[in-house]
């Protein structure tokens, strides 16, 4: 009996193609598990060598049916790696490589070589039986697994597809050379038959394993959120979209709003749900329909007794089972808003203690200040009262005059500390202000000190009082000077720009000062000195605080006057043993 073997073939490869689509769908339809590809990669090669071995009777392009064997060996290996993949087992990738190359060789020595249509059907039973029993072991294996059915029907068919071709090779051998596939007999014919019924089944075998994994992961995935959902200390509430109705919540919203789970489930979440204000319950429902999720917002909530308290709620859209739903997350915040309040309630406190610190130890300097320059002022005035003790009028004339003028350096430095000076401003390059301000200081700093500056040309431009500007820097490099002390040491200013949002926010002065130009300009006064402790950097800039012996303790404080009567400020940074940085933040002028 003759078999019209290319008729086979053909179809063989319609069914090769058609496992190709129906794989092909399943990897992007739904989740891709580790090995689906190669799947995908097999079915391809197997479809593509029918294709190839169907054109062998074409003679314009035969010659592509030498390929066409070895396609399909590697896409029945292909199919066993997926599977090894799939199941989570090891493969041997370098001995499957190697494998495939020797039968490869083998099947075109016999074409080739040693023409030979029975050692090649010998080959490419082998071959490809070896590789669809492999894989059945490895299906029978995952038999205790989760899909423990659909993999022991799966196996089934790659166990028999392998024994019918170990079956052909014996038959083949057995029978004795051939002249061309036409001498094919029964046996031979089932390579085409067979394949063609188990590739179908166990394609359909595949998907099923992966519909079921799919199936037991998202339980899993239901069940773990499920867990979470309950686990967690926060009131968590599940609320259906379509309806509003409330299908789940958590022992948290139970507890925390003391109401019992059978009076809210399956009830609209607007009746049920203890928010103080109806109308703000409406516009959060509202917000994350919108949005699709919101987050730490807070609202007032009620408990069962009537009680109010605080929440922090955030919601977010999720599906489940296809069906949108709101899960909504409370927090109580109450306990945590009493002790935010509590604590800037004793803050507000402690700086006003500081202030009345601050206040006093200011109004006590300046009184013994100018109660000293007063006593000098009325010494020397009683020696004028009595000839008779004046030898050099002039000179205690002078005494007393120098007095007032220290008096009146001293309400001048008080001014500029209140921001109470008026001059006049200009449009300044901040770079050359400063450049010119570091030469004259050159000639007043120690012979110990490198002072070295770094400043952009042309420079920004600020407008500001320039006389009072060499101040404040003069004030600054002194005070970094003082904090080098009688060692060597170094200091360094520079001039730069950045954004109003990238001003440092830490150790700013004063404190609540805010940006209100888009850019600002700064300088910036460095040194390698001994640093300043985190305890002394809040009253720094208070009058007549000073952490040294030197100094009157009026130097920064008349730096940040200056400063704010320019609508900047200052920042700091310093830690112990590695020096400061005192930064003055003004303006660009446009």
Known sequence: MKFDVPTLVFILSLVSLTQVVAILIQVRVNRA????????????????????LSLGVVDAVGF??????????????CLFVGTSRYLGEKVHKAGVGFSFLGLAVVYYYFLLVHEAIAWRTVTASLGIGIYSLLTAR????????????????????????????????VHTVLSGPMES?????????MLFVIPSITSILWTFGFILMVNQRLVADNQGEKENLRRMFNARPDAALLIRVEDGVVVDVNQGYLQMTGQD???????????????????????FLAAVGTRGQVENLEYAFLHEDGTEFIGMVSARILSL??????????????????????????????????????????????????NNQLQTVMSNLEILGNPARVTDPARVLARARQATDRAAEMSGLMLVYLGQTLHEKAR?????????????LRSQLPGTVEATGDFPRPGPAVLAN?????????????????????????????????????????????????????????????????????????????PFYTTRFTGRGLGLPVVLGIVQAHGGAVTLSSRVGEGSTFRIHLPVEA
């Open 33 to 52: 598990y580790r090995g689906i590809g190669w799947w995908l990669l097999g079915s391809s090669c197997a479809a593509l060598g029918f294709v190839t």
């Open 64 to 77: 592509v049916a030498v390929a066409s064997i070895p396609l399909l060996m590697l896409g029945r290996i």
């Open 138 to 169: 490895s299906l029978f294996r995952s038999c205790r697994g989760r899909y423990s059915n659909v993999s022991a029907f799966t196996g089934g068919l790659f166990l028999i597809a392998g024994l019918q071709l170990f079956y052909v090779a």
């Open 181 to 189: 596939y036409h001498d094919y007999a029964l046996p031979q014919v």
């Open 261 to 283: 789970r059978a009076a809210i489930l399956g009830k609209p979440a607007r009746e049920v749900c203890r928010w103080k204000r109806p109308d703000e319950h409406e516009a």
């Open 321 to 370: 089972d296809g069906v949108p739903h709101i899960l909504s997350v409370t927090r109580d915040i109450t306990e945590r808003l009493k002790a935010e309040r509590e604590r800037a309630e004793l803050e507000a406190t402690c700086q006003r203690l500081q202030k009345a610190e601050s206040l006093g130890r200011m109004a006590g300097a300046v009184a013994h200040h100018f």
């Open 428 to 440: 300044l390059d901040l770079s050359d202000l400063c450049g010119d301000a570091l030469e004259a």
């Open 466 to 542: 320039g006389d009072q500007l060499r101040q404040a820097l003069s004030n600054l490099v002194h005070n970094a000077a003082e904090a080098l002390g009688p060692h060597p040491g170094a200091l360094r200013i520079r001039v730069r720009t950045l954004p109003a949002g990238d001003l440092p926010a830490e150790h700013r002065f004063p404190i609540n000062w805010q940006p209100q130009a888009p850019r600002y300009a700064w300088v910036e006064v460095t040194d390698t000195g001994s640093g300043i402790p985190d305890g002394d950097i809040e009253n720094l800039f208070d």
